[in-house]
C-alpha cells in the first residue's frame, strides 16, 4: 500500500495484492478537490509523508499504526490511511500570518527529546517555507 498526490490535490491510497498467480491493483480517492470528495474541501494539498510501523520503535500509543501526514497550504492532516478511508487523528493549521506562496514540506523521523530520553520516537517536522 502507498499514497500518492496528483498536481490537483488529488489524495489516493494505492494497494497492490498477490492473488494466485496473478497480481491485482486497487487505488481509492480519499481527498479529491476538483469533485468535492473528503475533509477540508478548500484547502489545496501538495505535500504528502509516510510513517510505516517498525517493530524496532514501535511501542508508543500509534506505534501499531502506519501513519500519513497529508498538508495543504493552510494545514497538515495526521492520520491512519486505510486502503478504503483516512482515518484523521490530528490536524495541525499553519501558523499566523503565513507569507503567501510558501508551500508545505513534510518528513518523517525517528529522535529524543528532553521529556522522552528513554527511546526515540516518531517525529514529524513541519516546514512552511522559513517556518520550522
Excluded at 481527498?31 to 510505516?52: E, H, Q, Y
Excluded at 508508543?60 to 501513519?67: E, L, N
Excluded at 523521523?109 to 517555507?129: E, I, Y
Aim: with cysteine; glycine share 8%; proline share 7%.
Amino acid at each position: 500500500m502507498f499514497i500518492s498526490i496528483d498536481i490537483f490535490g488529488k489524495i489516493v491510497i494505492n494497494s497492490v495484492q498477490k492473488k494466485f498467480m496473478m497480481m491485482s491493483a486497487q487505488k481509492h480517492i480519499i481527498i479529491d478537490p476538483t469533485k468535492n470528495v473528503g475533509p477540508l474541501l478548500n484547502t489545496k494539498f501538495t505535500s504528502v509523508a509516510c510513517r510505516f510501523h517498525s517493530q524496532i520503535h514501535g511501542q508508543g500509543i500509534y506505534d501499531d499504526y502506519s501513519i500519513s501526514a497529508i498538508g495543504g497550504n493552510d494545514r497538515v492532516l495526521i492520520g491512519e490511511a486505510k486502503p478504503v478511508n483516512f482515518m484523521m487523528f490530528v490536524t495541525l493549521n499553519a501558523p499566523v500570518p503565513l507569507p503567501k506562496d510558501n508551500m508545505v514540506a513534510l518528513s518523517w523521523g525517528r529522535g529524543m527529546t528532553p521529556n522522552q530520553m528513554d527511546r526515540p520516537h516518531s517525529m514529524l517536522a513541519v516546514c512552511w517555507g522559513p517556518l520550522i
